[in-house]
């Protein structure tokens, strides 16, 4: 995108990070109990992706990679998103949730040894820093991060990146919309915030929640991605609410000097108005900024009653 004509007070974003969330594979293809297909949700999504951008920083899954820890949903998942992702050129960030089984993630998709060790790490893109925490524990739902991660964290973090850090974590440090759902968030919050404010942390990427959903925590914008599987219907009195096999969606994260946007972007067959085109750019383009003005900003001149 950096080629594209700057018409406003912000320049072209220097990175743009692919949020997806919650894919919740099941071993042989199988579909949810309500009818939500994982492998075919994610098939579109993933072609949206194309769409919308030819070349992304990364393409970040925060969290419940799989619904049972089953080897082969692993190993499916791995089949279905990683040769998308070297079409695009993109490295994929995968990141444990409470639905995932360390050992089987380590192995299928990270090549490592199945071990209980959490699913963290590093990545350095072009001058922005994404870390992985792993907010799972291992035989429960609810989220933690122990001392020793919260250590690892602050040294790494000790040493500023040139264009700020993001984390990517599953379990978002923020209050969920359902009630009773305090009971499965992140434990130890406090001690989180303690590290990471006043840090070069400029936004925490989360899941967990099976719906979009923003905040600020300790200072830093929070983003939840909803689930490529299933999403849950916000439309219900909150005591109600509860999955659907719709509105399904990912996040588009640009990052740029001053602010990191995130747009919703959903997965959806639609009608869509052509109106911007590439075309049109171009005649924007080679107009003046007053001739650009009065091109599109200007009202129709017409009467009023």
Request: proline share 9%; aromatic share 6%.
């Amino acid at each position: 995108m950096s080629d594209l004509p700057v018409f406003g007070s912000h320049p072209q974003p220097s990175h743009t990070i692919i949020h997806l969330s919650d894919p919740h594979f099941l071993a042989g293809g199988a579909k949810h109990p309500g009818g939500s297909d994982s492998e075919g949700n994610l098939a579109r999504t993933l072609q949206t992706i194309r769409q919308v951008h030819p070349h992304p920083s990364a393409i970040v899954v925060t969290g419940d990679l799989t619904d049972l820890g089953e080897p082969d949903a692993y190993r499916r998942l791995r089949a279905t998103l990683e040769p998308v992702a070297e079409e695009l050129g993109s490295p994929v960030v995968w990141v444990a949730g409470n639905h995932d089984e360390r050992p089987a993630l380590h192995a299928e998709l990270l090549d490592g040894a199945a071990t209980q060790e959490p699913v963290t790490g590093v990545w350095e893109l072009e001058g922005l820093r994404l870390v992985a925490l792993d907010t799972s524990v291992p035989g429960w739902h609810h989220g933690d991060l122990d001392r020793e991660q919260l250590e690892w964290l602050a040294d790494v973090l000790a040493d500023p990146a040139p264009e700020g850090t993001l984390l990517a974590m599953h379990h978002p440090p923020l209050p969920a919309h359902v009630p009773l759902f305090d009971i499965l968030e992140l434990r130890h919050q406090d001690e989180l915030a303690d590290i990471i404010r006043g840090t070069d942390v400029r936004g925490i990427l989360a899941g967990h929640l099976h719906y979009s959903s923003f905040g600020v925590f300790a200072g830093i914008p929070v983003s939840v991605a909803s689930s490529t599987c299933y999403t849950m219907n916000l439309g219900r009195p909150a005591a109600e609410v509860n999955g659907m096999d719709a509105a399904q969606s990912f996040q588009l994260v640009h990052v740029r000097p001053g602010v990191i946007t995130h747009t919703v972007v959903p997965v959806a067959d639609a009608p869509t108005g052509d109106v911007f085109t590439e075309e049109w750019l171009a005649r924007m383009a080679a107009l003046t900024p007053q001739e650009r003005l009065e091109a599109f900003s200007r009202k129709p001149q017409g009467t009023r009653a």
